[in-house]
């Protein structure tokens, strides 16, 4: 049974509540909605105070005054972006949200910048503000890590900043490339010739290319040598001018292939270097890609940028995953860590303690 005092609240909670309704013209509703509702959820989730309802074009929000204004701000700031030629994802409902949360006064659409390229009706753009802050570190440094779990955009992005800056001139070439190394694998084990053993693993950029770019146009400019992509090992001495190069799942090159690949660098060229540290499968050694964060994190012209588990754009569970997974190997970092201190303290007895421990005993008398 509830209490007098308990009822005066669910009271007055009801007397406070507003009634806010939007209605939406001259869009399709599906793309407010998202397929299965999926963007409306997410709008739900992001406003857990506010109660939505859909009938036809029309939007009803419920709920307390502030929680339903923040809501129709971010309703507004939707119908903003797809007015804008946008197609949303959960991603972009989620950073939007977050953004009007932290700024009220700044339109999410206007801070993660306009479109990278436009292909078949499909643009590419910053979906979160990580991936802005990538997006403009491409653009202004010479040398940008993009290091981040999977699904954040970090090879996407590059590719499509790579074209961008192919279609106006700004470089003669595009160099793709990354390790052939994959969960401990080796080359000679696989079946098939060099080219068929060395495919899959770069089939992910040739993927990237053709949904960037006109399928017909991508052999071609493969043909002339305008764009290419190899496996990391055929860069050895070479000096790459007028290029902008990509270096994928830079998490799998040795310490040596990470040098080897920098100091390819040559004039009027751009790097981009992506990985996953949290994913290397490297057989044996220290990846690459781990020890350039602490050797080159304070040379000028060179930026990292770090992605998180706010930055993926795939599905929202994939983040949830990245979440957990993270927590994880924090919990093993720790345990490791009690592990080999309890370990050392064993080792050197119980007379070679902390130095409080070897402190004489003060006298009781």
Same mark, same amino acid.
């Given at each position: !049974?509830?209490?007098?005092?308990?009822?005066?609240?669910?009271?007055?909670?009801?007397?406070?509540?507003?009634?806010?309704? %939007?209605?939406?013209?001259?869009?399709?509703?599906?793309?407010?909605?998202?397929?299965?509702?999926?963007?409306? @959820?997410?709008?739900?989730?992001?406003?857990?105070?506010? $109660?939505?309802?859909?009938?036809?074009?029309? &939007?009803?929000?419920?709920?307390?005054?502030?929680?339903?204004?923040?809501?129709?701000?971010?309703?507004?700031?939707?119908?903003?972006?797809?007015?804008?030629?946008?197609?949303?994802?959960?991603?972009? +409902?989620?950073?939007? $949200?977050?953004?009007?949360?932290?700024?009220? $006064? =700044?339109?999410?659409?206007?801070?993660? /910048?306009?479109?990278?390229? $436009?292909?078949?009706?499909?643009?590419?753009?910053?979906?979160?503000?990580?991936?802005?802050?990538?997006?403009?570190?491409?653009?202004?440094?010479? &040398?940008?890590?993009?290091?981040?779990?999977?699904?954040?955009?970090?090879?996407?992005?590059?590719?499509?900043?790579?074209?961008?800056? #192919?279609? *106006?001139?700004?470089?003669?070439?595009?160099?793709?490339?990354?390790?052939? +190394?994959?969960?401990?694998?080796?080359?000679?084990?696989?079946?098939? @010739?060099?080219?068929?053993?060395?495919?899959?693993?770069?089939?992910?950029?040739?993927?990237?290319?053709?949904?960037?770019?006109?399928?017909? #146009?991508?052999?071609?400019?493969?043909?002339?040598?305008?764009?290419?992509?190899?496996?990391?090992?055929?860069?050895?001495?070479?000096? #790459?001018?007028?290029?902008?190069?990509?270096?994928?799942?830079?998490?799998?090159?040795?310490?040596?292939?990470?040098? !080897?690949?920098?100091?390819?660098? /040559?004039?009027?060229?751009?790097? %981009?270097?992506?990985?996953?540290?949290?994913? &290397?499968?490297?057989?044996?050694?220290?990846?690459? #890609?781990?020890?350039?964060?602490?050797?080159?994190?304070?040379?000028?012209?060179?930026?990292?940028?770090?992605?998180?588990?706010?930055?993926?754009?795939?599905? @929202?569970? +994939? /983040?949830?995953? %990245?979440?957990?997974?993270?927590?994880?190997?924090?919990?093993?970092?720790?345990?490791?860590?009690?592990?080999?201190?309890?370990?050392?303290?064993?080792? *050197? /007895?119980?007379?070679?303690?902390?130095?409080?421990?070897?402190?004489?005993?003060? @006298? =009781?008398?």
């Amino acid at each position: !049974m509830r209490s007098a005092d308990a009822g005066d609240d669910a009271e007055n909670t009801l007397e406070n509540q507003v009634e806010e309704r %939007v209605s939406v013209d001259g869009i399709a509703m599906v793309r407010l909605l998202g397929a299965q509702d999926r963007l409306l @959820s997410t709008v739900e989730r992001e406003h857990p105070g506010v $109660s939505v309802h859909v009938r036809g074009n029309e &939007i009803t929000l419920t709920g307390q005054a502030g929680q339903v204004e923040a809501a129709r701000r971010l309703i507004d700031e939707l119908l903003l972006m797809i007015r804008g030629g946008r197609d949303l994802a959960e991603a972009e +409902v989620t950073s939007s $949200s977050r953004m009007l949360g932290a700024d009220s $006064s =700044t339109s999410p659409s206007e801070r993660l /910048g306009p479109a990278i390229l $436009s292909s078949r009706g499909k643009s590419i753009r910053a979906k979160t503000l990580g991936q802005k802050e990538y997006v403009d570190a491409i653009d202004t440094a010479t &040398i940008v890590f993009g290091i981040g779990p999977a699904g954040t955009g970090k090879t996407y992005l590059a590719m499509a900043k790579a074209v961008q800056a #192919l279609q *106006r001139k700004e470089v003669d070439r595009i160099i793709l490339t990354r390790p052939a +190394v994959e969960a401990g694998e080796r080359l000679g084990f696989l079946p098939g @010739s060099l080219t068929e053993k060395i495919d899959p693993y770069l089939r992910p950029l040739y993927d990237a290319l053709n949904e960037m770019m006109d399928p017909e #146009l991508v052999p071609k400019l493969l043909a002339s040598g305008t764009i290419e992509v190899a496996p990391l090992a055929y860069m050895r001495g070479r000096t #790459l001018n007028s290029s902008f190069v990509v270096l994928d799942e830079a998490q799998n090159t040795t310490p040596e292939q990470m040098k !080897m690949f920098l100091t390819r660098l /040559g004039f009027g060229s751009k790097m %981009v270097v992506t990985g996953d540290i949290t994913q &290397i499968d490297l057989p044996v050694g220290s990846s690459g #890609l781990r020890l350039v964060t602490r050797v080159l994190d304070q040379v000028d012209d060179i930026r990292f940028v770090r992605l998180t588990s706010a930055d993926v754009v795939r599905h @929202s569970l +994939v /983040g949830r995953i %990245v979440d957990a997974w993270t927590e994880y190997d924090a919990q093993k970092q720790a345990q490791r860590y009690e592990s080999e201190q309890a370990h050392e303290f064993a080792k *050197r /007895g119980p007379r070679s303690g902390t130095p409080r421990d070897r402190l004489p005993k003060r @006298s =009781t008398s």
